[in-house]
Nanobody, 129 residues
Framework: LQLVESGGGLVQPGGSLRLTCASSESASLDYLAIGWFRQVPGKEREGVACINAEGRNTYYADSVKGRFAISRDDAKNVAYLEMNNVEPKDAALYYC??????????????????????WGQGTRVTVSS
């Protein structure tokens, strides 16, 4: 399984952006917990938002709570990260990652302490006026 992120780009502070995580060759994602992570040079990778396989449980980092929303559309084999009220500190390379299992703890997944099986190559978000 390969994950492909898209939707990154330049956004003004206060603006919105939607990132998409798709599986290569439209492989099914419905058995996977999915997470969005971001990294800037010189800093550790941060778990931004995670969603379990059923889509019922989500976790958000405090830094994005109330501004970002993670969702999934298993019929299309994609997951999204809706970014609203974007701030300069949100500029980063955003990755989606996935882990098989219907009992994945999304808080643990987003903590970054557990290895995840699948990673995309990332999509860059730049925040500038």
């Amino acid at each position: 399984l390969q994950l492909v992120e898209s939707g990154g780009g330049l956004v003004q502070p206060g603006g919105s952006l939607r990132l998409t995580c798709a599986s290569s060759e439209s492989a099914s994602l419905d058995y996977l917990a999915i997470g969005w992570f971001r990294q800037v040079p010189g800093k550790e990778r941060e778990g931004v938002a995670c969603i379990n396989a059923e889509g019922r449980n989500t976790y958000y980092a405090d830094s994005v709570k109330g501004r970002f929303a993670i969702s999934r559309d298993d019929a299309k084999n994609v997951a999204y990260l809706e970014m609203n009220n974007v701030e300069p500190k949100d500029a980063a390379l955003y990755y989606c990652a996935a882990e098989p299992g219907r009992e994945i703890n999304v808080r643990l997944m987003c903590s970054g302490t557990a290895p995840l099986d699948y990673w995309g190559q990332g999509t860059r978000v730049t925040v500038s006026s």
